[in-house]
Every structure is written in C-alpha cells, then in structure tokens.
C-alpha cells in the first residue's frame, strides 16, 4: 500500500468550550486554542479536528446545531475562527472541521417553518410520513432512545431522527437544502483555504480546513 502523508499524522481532537479559556468566561474558546497552538505543534501535532462549533443550543454538545452560516459566541467570532486557521497553516497544522449535515436543531429556523406549514418550502427539508397519533409509522429505535419518529400535530405528520427528538434528520433528496448547506459560509471557505499549500513529507497537501463529516452520514438518505 501507498504510504501517504497523513498515515504518520498526529491528529488532537478538541473540544472547543473544555479546551482552553482566553477571555476569563469559563468556556473556553478560539482564542485560546489559539494561544496553544505552539504547544500542540511542540508535541507533534500536525492536525487538530475540532468539534463542532456552529450555532447551537448545544444539548448535544453542538450536534444540534441551530445556525450553519454562524459560530458560536462562546467560541468567538468568525474573524478569529480565520485568525486561528492562518495560525495553523502558518505552523503547518492541518485544520478538520467536525460539520454536523446529518440532522439540525429542533431550534433551526428551518424546522421551525417546517413544523408549523405543509407548504412551506422548508417542509421539505426535512424527513417527514403520515400517520395519527395512536399509530406512528414503522421504524427502528433512534440512537438516543425512543421512536425514531415524532409526531407534529401542526401538520399531522412524523418526523424523522435518527438520533434526538432534538436532532430531525435534515432530507439530503432535496436539492434546495443541499444547495442552503453548500453556500453556508463553513463550507464555502474551505474552497478558499484549501488553495493554500505546503510541502510536508516531501508531499504537497492542502492546508486549511479539511472537512471532517461525521460518521452518521450514511442515515442521509434514511426515511
């Protein structure tokens, strides 16, 4: 097998809000990763995946997040998010982003619309089946417990999570939602940052933001 470079790679998850504190709130931040990055890099870290840190009213420690074209406050602004990605390509620290494109907040504008009108465009952007109250449709169980359905008495329908009441799985067969998560302004800096390069390990790689999805991408389609 092809040896690549990153097979050697160290790679130092973090979790922004337990990670490091640098305006004295108690959550930690942008910021002070910011200020530890020569400590991870004197470790030989040559990646760090950080969590997710969309907007989010975090009852899944930011898997529900309610805002993709925001950061956390807690976590900073966007202008140090691109303050803490050049520090690392400057420190040829490989950036991975934790984006969370499986399900959104219950909080989301989007679900919110979604769960009030039939026919509003954002109905669609989620998973949804007829049934009555007594009588929910077939499934599994989520992740987290319980039904993987939950009933909606605005609109008579189920909707579908694979994983918290919480969490409704986002419907990837729409081409309008997949065109809202596309332009989210995450994703569209990774076009930008990753057209900056270096040679590491006599190989030349993208530095940046690496898009890190997370393992539940193969229930994009479930429903």
């Known amino acids: 097998m092809k040896r690549e470079w990153w097979h050697s790679l160290t790679v130092y998850q973090i979790y922004t809000r337990s990670f490091c504190d640098s305006n004295g709130d108690g959550i930690g931040d942008f910021g002070g990763i910011l200020q530890k990055l020569d400590y991870l890099q004197e470790l030989g870290v040559g990646a760090i995946w950080l ?9 899944d420690n930011g898997y529900d997040v309610s805002d993709y074209y925001k950061v956390m406050e ?16 400057k420190r040829e620290i490989v950036v991975m982003m934790d ?22 465009k954002y109905h669609d952007f989620y998973i949804w089946k007829e049934g009555t109250k007594e009588q929910p449709p077939e499934g599994g169980g989520a992740f987290f417990g319980g039904s993987t359905w939950e009933w909606v008495p605005e609109v008579q329908e189920y909707y579908y999570h694979s994983f918290s009441v919480m969490q409704p799985d986002l419907n990837w067969k729409n081409p309008s939602l997949r ?37 539940v991408l193969n229930c994009l389609f479930e429903g």
């Open 99 to 120: 984006l969370v494109l499986n399900h959104s907040s219950h909080l989301h504008p989007w679900f919110l619309e979604a769960r009030k009108d039939r026919n509003s």
């Open 74 to 89: 807690e976590a900073g602004t966007m202008e140090e998010l691109e303050e803490l990605i050049a520090a690392c390509e």
């Open 179 to 215: 065109k809202e998560l596309y332009q989210s302004y995450l994703l569209a800096t990774l076009v930008h940052q990753t057209s900056l390069s270096c040679t590491k390990n006599s190989h030349t790689v993208s530095l940046g933001l690496l898009i890190f999805l997370e393992a």
């Open 51 to 59: 969590s997710p840190f969309n907007d989010s009213p975090n009852y």
